[in-house]
């Protein structure tokens, strides 16, 4: 398993510097440090800020994400090991997950995603030995990791609301009764009150952040959530993953585990109900596939229509590569930004789909600004229509003579408007032009590259808010 993560993070690693920032990247770095932000917890932003002090650029941001995608590769192997999984099924668990889809593509860049992959695989894993081992304490380890992520991404609670309603519906319902388990979800409580004494203080920002998202993305969510779960590991991994569910339903030696079948459906149907984003299953998901790579490495369980027996090490491994070479040519910046254009990665990937362009994007908007007379440009500012635009002036915008971004969009939009003197806007994307007195086209962004929402978003002069800052910055704040 060792060898399998070193080899992950060296990939990720010498591939850290391609195409460019993510957008999520890009509104860290501006996040000033707080106990919570209206879209989501400190920590992500936390890191990405830290490690800017290294350097401000993408190698040194990723270098927590590397090590967050090689310790979950740890982690995962650990699961099958657990389950009773010997040398070869955690090979095919280390090797096979740490070079799936989405474990490369979300461990390429500093997101919330990256730093969730490996607690979510560690709380099943503790939950496993609280159950196997008949070692209640794990459940103080579950709890102490549950705490942890709510400071990454409080959507840790569809995963305990998932596992518990596993041992209720299947068992064991034992566990249930345990201090152990109770004092495990006090210390979970504990860790986690801060966030949620943030939400409480700021009106449960994060409910009306996800009622954004679904707004957006629920219908086709919804729709493709069923497909994309062949694709959070790779197609060839499915059999794997199936062997998993299957094997935990009919193993005597893991009735005690068996709710994690359970727990992996109720788990999608949480996501189908949201609507919010489709890799959410993607923690859950890895566990039942180390699992379920111990009944392929012992050749046995069975599939409709396939059956695990026969040399199947060797099949399971050529498929192991051809999806790890598949999940690096998707996931990770190793096609030149010029052949996205023939060979559409970053209409597949969403992580290349939203870091590429961010320099030439800024190099429009500072055209723009260069058109202004002088004493325009010495009272205006760039507004930005989201916090990725914003994010990339802040970074580009100072060597090429760009005023300050301001954003309505989410944390950005906590941090207020413009200065009242300030009254020219070089505006970017689909901004409300009604709260300025005048507006002017200025053109349109545009990349060689297709896909992004910035391609294509309109560019204005806006001059005059009306009102004054004050009147027009709630307006242009919006979440989501």
Not at 216 to 243: C, D, Q, S, T, Y
Not at 452 to 468: H, Y
């Amino acid at each position: 398993m060792l060898g399998a993560a070193a080899a992950q993070a060296a990939l990720l690693t010498a591939l850290s510097a391609g195409y460019g920032y993510h957008r999520d990247e890009l509104y860290f770095r501006m996040l000033p440090p707080a106990w919570g932000y209206v879209d989501q917890p400190p920590l992500a932003p936390f890191l990405v800020r830290t490690f800017t002090l290294l350097a401000d650029e993408t190698w040194a941001i990723r270098l927590p994400a590397t090590l967050c995608a090689a310790l979950s590769v740890i982690v995962v192997a650990a699961i099958t090991r657990e389950a009773g999984g010997g040398r070869a099924a955690q090979s095919l668990a280390a090797w096979g997950y740490g070079f799936a889809v989405m474990p490369l593509s979300f461990g390429h860049v500093a997101v919330t995603p990256a730093f969730d992959l490996p607690l979510w695989p560690a709380i099943v894993l503790c939950a496993m030995r609280a159950l196997l081992r008949r070692e209640p304490r794990w459940w103080l380890a579950v709890g102490a990791l549950l705490g942890l992520a709510t400071w990454l991404k409080l959507l840790v609670a569809l995963l305990a609301v998932s596992l518990l309603a596993g041992l209720l519906l299947i068992g064991p319902r034992r566990p249930l009764r345990s201090p152990w388990l109770w004092a495990g979800a006090l210390l979970a409580a504990a860790i986690a009150a801060p966030n949620a004494v943030y939400q409480w203080a700021n009106g449960w920002p994060q409910l009306a952040v996800g009622a954004g998202l679904a707004e957006g993305n629920a219908g086709h969510v919804r729709l493709l959530m069923w497909p994309f779960l062949l694709v959070l590991l790779g197609p060839p991994l499915v059999i794997v993953w199936w062997a998993g569910l299957r094997e935990l339903l009919r193993r005597p030696a893991w009735r005690p585990i068996r709710g994690i079948a359970v727990a992996l459906p109720i788990l999608l149907g949480l996501v189908f109900a949201m609507g919010s984003q489709l890799y959410y299953p993607l923690g859950l998901l890895a566990a039942v596939y180390a699992i379920g790579c111990v009944p392929v490495a012992e050749r046995r369980g069975t599939l409709p229509g396939v059956a695990l027996d026969g040399p199947v090490r060797a099949w399971v491994a050529g498929w192991v590569g051809v999806n790890a070479l598949a999940a690096a040519l998707v996931g990770l910046p190793v096609l030149p930004e010029a052949w996205q254009r023939v060979v559409p990665v970053a209409a597949i990937n969403p992580v290349a789909r939203e870091s590429i362009g961010w320099p030439a994007y800024v190099g429009q908007i500072a055209a723009v600004h260069d058109t202004l007379p002088p004493e325009d440009r010495a009272r205006a500012v760039v507004l930005t229509a989201n916090y990725g635009e914003a994010g990339a002036v802040d970074r580009y915008g100072p060597a090429l003579g760009l005023p300050r971004a301001y954003s309505g969009h989410n944390g950005l939009g906590e941090l207020g408007p413009p200065p009242a003197e300030r009254t020219v806007a070089v505006v970017v994307g689909d901004v409300r032009r009604d709260v300025f007195a005048r507006c002017e086209p200025a053109g349109t962004l545009a990349h060689p590259v297709p896909g992004g929402e910035e391609n294509g978003a309109p560019l204005a002069v806006c001059r005059d808010p009306r009102g004054g800052w004050a009147a027009a910055w709630p307006p242009l704040r919006h979440l989501g």
